[in-house]
C-alpha cells in the first residue's frame, strides 16, 4: 500500500501510470473532494505547428502587419459600395 514520505511523496502503483499512460514528467491536479484526494493528468492540446513555424504554411511572399490588412479590408469594402 502506498505510504505518505516526510516530504509529501507518494508512489503511484505501476498499474495506475499504465492505465492512464503517465510518462515521467507528467503534470498532475489534485482535487480535494471531502476527505477523498481526487489525482488527474493535465490534459494538453497538441500544438498544430503553425505556432512554432510559420513555413509550414509555405508561404514565402511579403509579410504584412494586422493594421495593413485591415486598411485593405477597409478599402475594398469602400470600392465595393461605390460599384454597388
Same mark, same amino acid.
Given at each position: 500500500m502506498p505510504t505518505l514520505s516526510i516530504h509529501g511523496d507518494v508512489h503511484i502503483p505501476d498499474n495506475v501510470i499504465r492505465a492512464l499512460g503517465l510518462k515521467p514528467g507528467a503534470e498532475l491536479t489534485f482535487e480535494r473532494q471531502g476527505d477523498a484526494i481526487v489525482?488527474? =493528468?493535465?490534459?494538453t492540446i497538441k500544438?498544430?505547428?503553425?505556432?512554432?513555424? =510559420?513555413?509550414i504554411l509555405s508561404y514565402t511572399g511579403q509579410t504584412v502587419t494586422l493594421e495593413e490588412m485591415d486598411n485593405v479590408i477597409a478599402k475594398g469594402t469602400v470600392s465595393r459600395k461605390k460599384n454597388a
Open positions: 489525482m488527474r =493528468p493535465v490534459k500544438s498544430s505547428g503553425v505556432e512554432e513555424d =510559420p513555413k
